[in-house]
């Protein structure tokens, strides 16, 4: 995805955008990275890129960072020019983005009530068991352990 396009998938508008760091934020960085003091003045501010999904209609927004997988899926989606000269992500892949997103406008505006929210931890806890125990076997280590596999799922 090209920074700065815009591009839909279903009721949703895609844009990849790049955010300047503050200078704490750069200064902090810098001091994680023991970088002295000498060389810090021939580097220039950095930026973060991050993908902002919205609805079509403005009232429901989500922001995904670089360092996010959901950055990835979104990032490397294909794009191609429909006819009137919009960028969309055409297709099943499109009508799967789009579902996706759906999904998370969804997941993200339903309060729900307690048996709800239970049953969206439950369901989020099996799929991350999942993903741990795929990279496991994948890593060709044995499973076990009394970890709850949040720490290793992608």
Same mark, same amino acid.
């Given at each position: 995805?090209?920074?700065?396009?815009?591009?839909?998938?279903?009721?949703? *508008?895609?844009?990849?955008?790049?955010?300047?760091?503050?200078?704490?934020?750069?200064?902090?960085?810098?001091?994680?990275?023991?970088?002295?003091?000498?060389?810090?003045?021939?580097?220039?501010?950095?930026?973060?890129?991050?993908?902002?999904?919205?609805?079509?209609?403005?009232?429901?927004?989500?922001?995904?960072?670089?360092?996010?997988?959901?950055?990835?899926?979104?990032?490397?989606?294909?794009?191609?020019?429909?006819?009137?000269?919009?960028?969309?992500?055409?297709?099943?892949?499109? !009508?799967?983005?789009?579902? *996706?997103?759906?999904?998370?406008?969804?997941?993200?505006? *339903? *309060?729900?009530?307690?048996?709800?929210?239970?049953? !969206?931890?439950?369901?989020?806890?099996?799929?991350?068991?999942? !993903?741990?125990?795929?990279?496991?076997?994948?890593?060709?280590?044995?499973?076990?352990?009394?970890?709850?596999?949040?720490?290793?799922?992608?």
């Amino acid at each position: 995805m090209d920074f700065g396009k815009k591009v839909y998938a279903g009721n949703f *508008v895609m844009m990849k955008k790049s955010r300047a760091l503050s200078k704490a934020e750069m200064r902090q960085i810098r001091d994680d990275a023991g970088i002295p003091e000498d060389k810090r003045k021939m580097l220039s501010r950095g930026a973060l890129p991050y993908i902002r999904v919205e609805c079509a209609g403005g009232g429901w927004a989500l922001e995904v960072g670089i360092n996010q997988t959901m950055f990835e899926a979104l990032d490397h989606l294909s794009v191609a020019r429909d006819k009137t000269g919009d960028w969309r992500v055409p297709g099943v892949e499109g !009508k799967n983005a789009a579902a *996706v997103l759906a999904g998370m406008f969804v997941d993200t505006t *339903v *309060v729900g009530d307690a048996e709800y929210q239970k049953e !969206k931890l439950r369901v989020m806890g099996e799929y991350l068991d999942r !993903k741990t125990a795929e990279k496991k076997e994948k890593e060709g280590k044995p499973e076990g352990g009394e970890s709850d596999g949040r720490e290793e799922a992608e």
